[in-house]
């Protein structure tokens, strides 16, 4: 919902016609806000600063996109102040979709040995072959595209999708 | 005339005059920006002439309200100061805070805001937005600084009223919005070199002249000119 919440944001920001202060910059703050939460940068006073900041904007913009356009993040932070609480102290995404804060892995339990669609199908070749020809995840090259999540055979169901990024495995590569 | 009450003091004014000039003429300080006495149309940008009508449950802008009356007016309460506030420091927190080093110092409206409103001028909460890049206007003697503009249009709306038609204009959209100048080719027509009514208007210096060193370096053609601005 913090990510739902930001694409919004993003959205009305741009749109922005520039003409009054609380909309020109007030939104490009919170917009900035919720940037550095959705990669993991936030801060405790980030919530108490988006609530009154996005009221300050709702009241006092001149037009019907100023007085709206914080309402994503005010009833996000109504209903789901878990999700934003979660990205800020434990740097985890509960709904998976910031891409800073979470990670793919392959579990070899369930890794087919052999099979090769995951290494195939990866846009940036992170995906290699480790310790019992099992398949395994470079971490460092990894773009987070979930390719490999999708054609991982069903019958395997090997890759797993974490959050927070350090709950994925690091697998040494081979030399 | 009509009569009505502002901050407990009853005032008298003549009809059709807005909140914000019923105030100042009263000698009741309402902090503003984008407002001048005798416009038409305020733009009402600013979003910090805010006062509290008895009656109406949200603070609303003085510029853009026709006193009436009976009315009665709060110009300092708490949800007044607080939108103001934010205005300010939302301001401040796009704005170049450099005083020592601005021709704007001590005549400056933000300085004169801050220390009504106790507001600092450097924003401890909110990062910086200072725009960096020096946006060329491509005239011949004006510069211009959007890291100190608040683009209240005070600049454009003088150029109007001095020529007939603006010189300068709002260019871009959104954050990303200057001043722009819509340019004679021919700068040796512009009515520029006898008026700067935007550089005197200007509450923060952003357009101001440039220096007669830069001025030194236009092509020959307007020796004559050189003259009369130095």
């Known amino acids: 919902m913090v990510n739902v919440a930001r694409y919004f944001l993003d959205f009305t920001q741009n749109e922005s016609c520039g003409k009054c202060t609380f909309c020109r910059i007030g939104t490009r703050h919170l917009l900035n806000i919720l940037d550095r939460i959705t990669k993991g940068e936030g801060k405790e006073s980030d919530l108490d600063l988006l609530e009154s900041l996005g009221r300050d904007v709702k009241e006092g913009s001149l037009c019907g996109l100023g007085k709206t356009a914080p309402n994503p993040i005010l009833t996000s932070l109504k209903y789901f102040r878990d999700e934003y609480e979660a990205h800020i102290q434990e740097k985890r995404c509960p709904a998976m979709m910031c891409r800073t804060l979470t990670a793919f892995y392959i579990d070899p339990d369930k890794c087919a040995r052999g099979c090769e669609v995951c290494v195939g199908c990866c846009p940036v070749e992170a995906i290699f072959t480790a310790k019992g020809r099992k398949k395994a995840i470079d971490q460092s090259l990894c773009v987070k595209c979930g390719e490999c999540l999708v054609s991982c055979p069903p019958e395997y169901d090997a890759v797993r999708k974490v959050s927070p990024a350090e709950l994925a495995p690091i697998v040494e590569r081979p030399e | ?230």
Not at chain 2, 41 to 53: D, G, Q, V, W
Not at chain 2, 82 to 104: E, G, I, K, M
Not at chain 2, 125 to 131: F, K, N, T
């Open chain 2, 1 to 230: 005339m009509i009569r009505l009450t502002v901050d407990e003091k009853e005032i008298e004014v003549e009809e059709g005059t807005n909140l914000l000039q019923a105030c100042l003429k009263n000698g009741i300080y309402v902090p503003h920006l984008c407002y001048l006495g005798g416009m038409a149309n305020p733009p009402a940008s600013c979003r910090l002439c805010f006062i509290e009508i008895a009656g109406v449950n949200h603070p609303t802008p003085s510029c853009r309200t026709a006193a009436e009356a009976g009315m009665v007016v709060s110009t300092a309460t708490p949800a007044v100061r607080h939108l103001q506030r934010s205005a300010l420091q939302l301001l401040l927190s796009a704005h170049r805070v450099d005083c020592r080093n601005c021709p704007a110092n001590k005549r400056c409206d933000l300085q004169k805001m801050a220390k009504f409103l106790g507001v600092p001028l450097k924003v401890k909460h909110l990062d910086s937005l200072v725009d960096e890049v020096d946006a060329d206007l491509g005239h011949p003697v004006l510069k211009y600084d959007p890291g100190r503009c608040v683009l209240c249009g005070k600049c454009i709306y003088i150029c109007r009223e001095q020529q007939g038609h603006p010189l300068l204009t709002f260019a871009r959209r959104g954050f990303e919005t200057v001043i722009g100048f819509m340019g004679n080719n021919d700068s040796a027509e512009l009515p520029c070199f006898d008026c700067l009514a935007c550089i005197e208007i200007c509450p923060v210096s952003a357009i101001y002249l440039k220096s007669t060193i830069e001025f030194q370096s236009l092509p020959s053609g307007n020796s004559d000119l050189r003259a009369v601005v130095r």
